[in-house]
């Protein structure tokens, strides 16, 4: 009996969504607590809605981390200030410039600078760098690069900067306080919403299974991506690393993840939705999942080999990186009916009336 109203309620569900394209929080928290068939139909219904929307292609976006240094101590992440044994390493500008000009040779056709908070790159470096790229390769930039001032941000867009990712990790401001110290939610919606003014298209995102985090703020979590309206939405599961204070926590729970991937992607139909490295190093098919759970990137880690391992977020990324290159990547969307998008998978989207904070 309780099978039969199991699967009422989720018709409905999606017999609500089918007519209104949105969902309740209420909803989306009964969609989260999905299993077994309901759990099978809800991913079933995102990789519809993404083919229907965005079809079979699959953005490859190349990542290279250029720097692991952090001024910042999240208490989940590995290249925290306070983590002394970690080697850390920056790349300079040539070897950044080198290495983005390969990624784009091979076909890739976004490069996303990634690095910690760290203040010895000046915004002008990087703003210098963004303009070398651009002028020799056919490429999107995309920036993660963390908190800077408008400034920074302005003179990188100017130099020709496509797209900033900013996580948001958690809606639930207290936890976002512990998680990050010195530094609050408000703080970085404001970030979000300024980055927004300047023109990039802006990505963000949020960790599932962070310790203190409930249902309901996962809830709140995919709320808060509709509400920003996000041209792109990270969504990876936390991971204990050993040099952290949390190390003695549970992992993230894959599948909680990749029904909030889902139920995202049901919400946010247009959005760029990647399948991240961090569910990559959950499972070992957790980018297959995910690419059929609503996701419809992938960033693959083209970091210089003699760096690449110290980029130390979360332990397992580096049993994710064997075959990062664009024909490895090639073969295996198609294995799966997918293929590689042509363009820079410029975001469709529009932000949302209540986007400023
Ligand atoms: S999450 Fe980002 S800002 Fe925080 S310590 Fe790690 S690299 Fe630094």
């Known amino acids: 009996m309780e099978v039969i109203n199991l699967e009422e309620r989720f018709s409905a569900i999606f017999d609500r969504y089918?007519?209104?394209?949105?969902?309740?929080?209420?909803?989306?928290?009964?969609?989260?607590?999905?299993e077994g068939e309901q759990l099978q139909a809800l991913f079933q219904k995102a990789d519809e809605v993404r083919e229907r929307y965005l079809g079979k292609e699959v953005h490859l976006r190349a990542i290279i981390e250029f720097s692991n240094n952090c001024i910042k101590n999240c208490l989940y992440c590995g290249l925290r200030r306070d983590n002394r044994k970690l080697t850390r390493y920056r790349m300079p500008a040539d070897e950044i410039f080198s290495a983005a000009v390969k990624a784009s040779r091979e076909g890739?056709?976004?490069?996303?600078?990634?690095?910690?908070?760290?203040p010895h790159y000046k915004p002008e470096v990087i703003a210098d760098?963004?303009?070398?790229?651009?002028?020799?390769?056919?490429?999107?930039?995309?920036?993660?690069?963390?908190?800077?001032?408008?400034?920074?941000?302005?003179?990188?867009?100017?130099?020709?900067?496509?797209?900033?990712?900013?996580?948001?990790?958690?809606s639930e401001p207290f936890l976002f306080g512990r998680l990050r110290p010195g530094t609050n939610l408000t703080g970085r919606l404001k970030q979000l919403s300024l980055l927004k003014e300047l023109g990039y298209q802006v990505g963000s995102g949020n960790i599932i299974g962070l310790p203190g985090q409930s249902l309901d703020s996962v809830t709140e979590d995919i709320l808060l991506l509709r509400k920003l309206g996000v041209e792109m939405a990270g969504i990876g599961p936390f991971i204990p690393h050993l040099q952290t204070p949390l190390r003695n926590s549970l992992p993230g729970d894959l599948y909680l993840n990749l029904k909030a991937l889902a139920v995202t992607r049901l919400l946010l139909p247009l959005t760029h939705l990647p399948a991240t490295t961090a569910i990559a190093a959950v499972h070992a098919s957790g980018r297959r999942l995910a690419l059929k759970s609503g996701a419809n990137v992938v960033m693959p880690d083209l970091t210089p080999l003699p760096y690449r391992s110290y980029y130390d977020i979360y332990p397992g990324r580096t049993r994710t990186q064997s075959g990062n290159s664009y024909l490895r990547w090639k073969e295996e969307l198609e294995q799966m009916g997918r293929s590689i998008a042509g363009g820079y998978g410029y975001g469709a989207i529009h932000a949302s009336p209540d986007w400023q904070f």
């Not at 089918?18 to 999905?34: N, T, V, Y």
């Not at 890739?108 to 760290?118: C, N, P, R, S, Y």
């Open 108 to 118: 890739f056709k976004t490069i996303v600078l990634q690095a910690g908070e760290d």
């Open 18 to 34: 089918e007519k209104a394209h949105s969902l309740s929080g209420e909803d989306i928290a009964a969609l989260l607590r999905a």
């Open 129 to 170: 760098l963004v303009r070398r790229i651009k002028a020799c390769s056919d490429v999107a930039v995309t920036l993660s690069l963390g908190d800077l001032t408008k400034d920074a941000y302005q003179k990188m867009r100017l130099a020709g900067a496509d797209r900033y990712l900013l996580k948001f990790e958690t």
